[in-house]
């Protein structure tokens, strides 16, 4: 189907099969949901023996009684485990509750209010600014708008974000005092930024503000579907160019172990991460140490870990397989969208033809398909081009996916035909 | 021994046999501490089975699965262990993770930056200040502090804070807008506000900014040593009021089960809720609800929450008696300090003569006994009077418990004696 080439009766012929064809699934009732990167229950029963690992033996290796109150940075195995998912040395890893999200978050805040390492608060500059690629992920946008941060838009490419775009902004605006990252397989396009992305972004702090930062949130720092994808190390490459205060660097096990009761992490530069334990040693005692020793158990050596996410991906990769399937099946000879294969994550990110995202979603959700906000991989909501749609393959069994796939690439051409009309 | 009434001559008789007890006590190398409010290994021991307790089954009553993400206000069966804690409604609580602390910081981040409830952010008010009735808590001074809100003491009676000090700085400075209370067996005071107190504190909005909130964080709502001791509900008083926006209620399991990994709470009146979920929106999706969920199995009911806490109790119950049989034996017919006789909770507050605490602490630790630092119970570290002491006995065993009061007494001794002489 090519739409730029199609005359006007053929795309009243598509339109008219289109429509009986939505018809039909609209009568099927069907309730299905591609929302959110959540794990599906068999990738959640990996790690079932979590619970009950401890085995009545509450002590941690180097003797700490979990159980107690204490240790702001989280008990030494939990942050050798954070270590060896970022690939930095353990004494710049604190060991936190089980969000990620919420330690980028007081990291925010802490900038916002505080400021790092000695540098201005944010909140003292005229119009603090965060750079996001877009499309992006939803909730490090959320966390900016909760604190009255500007978002301004990059980008993304095939091997990161635009990095001259990026470094131009910077040069033209000094208020613009960090950058989101997802840089390995990026929510939602599942890219993984390239060496010389990696080596530029190390160099911005030459150019920006000295409290900029950039906040690296490695969410799928070992969540390949196929082989092992390298992700250049920012740290390495910070610390080459004199600038290791710059970065933040995220991860946790929500999406390794049980999604909603791992442990998260944050590695720093050791004036950054006395920043961020200022600022949390007046709302914490500490962080949940027994979850912690639970993780460390569960991963006593790398290489458990290693089999673990192999395990995560013998599930995730036939649901990828299929999302693929039915875009290259029904697009690749088409001009009805564009997307990216990933290596893994927990995306698929799919463009419309122009203006045809947010008709394509409520297609799918009166078939019975939920799909992500239109709009939602931009700041405020708000995609310029009303075109890219998130697919989140990981949580609906095989069929149930592929179903909702089939509905999806009707409503996409669906939707491109009628559009295609109203324009003509 | 009383210090008043004795001759110089006594004074340095008593100096000179105390002197050679301290010498004698220091040659033990003790090392003792008494600093903070942590249960013992017995206590924590009472609640071993939470790890192993879902026996595979990770479905909450209500057919939630606690292992995926989602659900911003905790599992129903965790809010109504909440509800029961709190004598709460369960609709008007939200079940956190495991620090009750961070809810409060929570709780005031919210009021400072956005403002509670559509009042102002009280980041916009000239002086920001909170009450404090004194001797307080220290960590929640150090929340004020961070934020920069300012710390206004009042003092602490046998029935609560002094009432008419209270409403009169309300009265007096409209930038009043917070309020610290641990409303039963204050901490470090023991003392349980009376139904007159908490009558009156429901009625401070009132009188005080709109924006005004009283923090009672009811720690140990359910920690009583002999009897059970009664608070008055300050969420029906102020219903009664109709000041329910005016209260924020806080609670945990920390000092019911496993003190780093419990759950918190925190209850409040709808639109309280709603501002701190809108805050919590952008910080977290969800807190650990497997974690909740072997709360809920392991206080299936009320009545086994109660039984859990006499086993508490009983480890707690000679702890206290040896305290307070040391102060009695030593102090009952001194003017060398006065206390008060805790009927729950985990301290026991100690004022020396003036000018005294912080020579008895120093004192106590050369010998081997650490003690809170001199003037943490008050804002910026700092009593006026430095005679405050809090005591901590909870998690020392007996025998040690026992010899670290012997040491106390003695320096309580030797540094009110060599005052006087000072002074003399």
Same mark, same amino acid.
């Given at each position: ?6 005359? $006007? ?44 690992? #401890?085995? +009545? ?25 954070? =270590? ?11 060991? +936190? ?15 916002? *209010? ?17 750079? !996001? ?5 939803? $909730?490090?946008?959320?966390? %900016?708008?909760? &604190? ?22 910077? $040069? ?9 990252? @997802? ?5 939602? /396009? ?11 972004? =190390? ?31 920012? $740290? ?20 390794? /172990?049980?999604?909603?009761?791992? @442990?998260? &992490? ?55 397989? !299929? ?7 029904? &697009?690749?000879?088409?001009? #009805? ?29 009166? =078939? ?26 990981? &949580? ?13 690439? *009707? %409503?996409?051409?669906? =939707? ?9």
């Amino acid at each position: 189907m090519r739409i730029e080439t199609a005359q $006007r009766e053929q795309l009243q012929q598509w339109e008219k099969e289109l429509e009986q064809q939505y018809q039909r699934i609209c009568q099927h009732n069907l309730s299905l949901d591609l929302t959110r990167g959540k794990p599906a229950a068999d990738q959640l029963a990996l790690s079932d023996s979590l619970d009950g690992i #401890l085995n +009545g033996d509450y002590r941690a290796p180097d003797g700490t009684d979990t159980r107690n109150y204490g240790g702001l940075e989280g008990i030494a195995a939990a942050r050798e485990l954070g =270590a060896d998912i970022l690939q930095v040395p353990f004494e710049e890893v604190l060991a +936190g509750g089980s969000s990620s999200l919420t330690l980028m978050y007081h990291a925010v805040l802490t900038g916002y *209010l505080f400021g790092f390492a000695g540098n201005q608060p944010w909140k003292d500059l005229k119009a603090p600014k965060f750079l !996001c690629p877009v499309p992006g992920y939803d $909730r490090h946008f959320a966390i %900016c708008e909760q &604190f009255g941060i500007a978002l301004e838009t990059v980008p993304m490419t095939a091997t990161g974000p635009d990095m001259d775009a990026l470094e131009q902004k910077i $040069r033209d605006d000094n208020d613009i005092i960090g950058l989101w990252c @997802v840089p390995k397989f990026s929510n939602p /396009t599942g890219v993984t930024y390239d060496a010389d992305t990696v080596d530029r972004l =190390a160099q911005l702090a030459k150019i920006a503000n000295p409290g900029f930062r950039i906040f690296w949130d490695n969410a799928y720092a070992i969540h390949d579907l196929d082989h092992q994808v390298k992700l250049p190390n920012i $740290r390495e490459a910070a610390l080459g160019n004199d600038t290791a205060d710059s970065v933040l660097q995220f991860a946790s096990t929500s999406k390794v /172990t049980h999604a909603g009761s791992g @442990v998260a &992490f944050v590695s720093a530069s050791p004036a950054n991460l006395a920043s961020l334990k200022k600022q949390m040693s007046a709302m914490t005692i500490g962080p949940d140490k027994v979850n912690q020793l639970r993780h460390a158990r569960l991963f006593p050596e790398l290489s458990q870990l290693k089999e673990h996410m192999h395990k995560h991906a013998e599930i995730l990769r036939p649901k990828f397989a !299929c999302v693929l399937e039915h875009l290259d099946k029904n &697009f690749a000879d088409s001009d #009805l969208g564009q997307w990216e294969k990933p290596q893994g994550g927990y995306f698929v990110s799919f463009n419309t033809r122009l203006g045809c995202a947010q008709e394509v979603i409520r297609l799918s959700a009166e =078939a019975g398909v939920k799909l992500t906000p239109a709009g939602a991989t931009f700041p405020y909501g708000k995609d310029p081009e009303n075109s890219n749609i998130r697919i989140a393959p990981s &949580f609906p069994p095989l069929e149930e996916l592929d179903t909702a796939m089939s509905v999806f690439v *009707l %409503c996409v051409k669906l =939707a491109s035909v009628r559009k295609a009309l109203e324009a003509a």
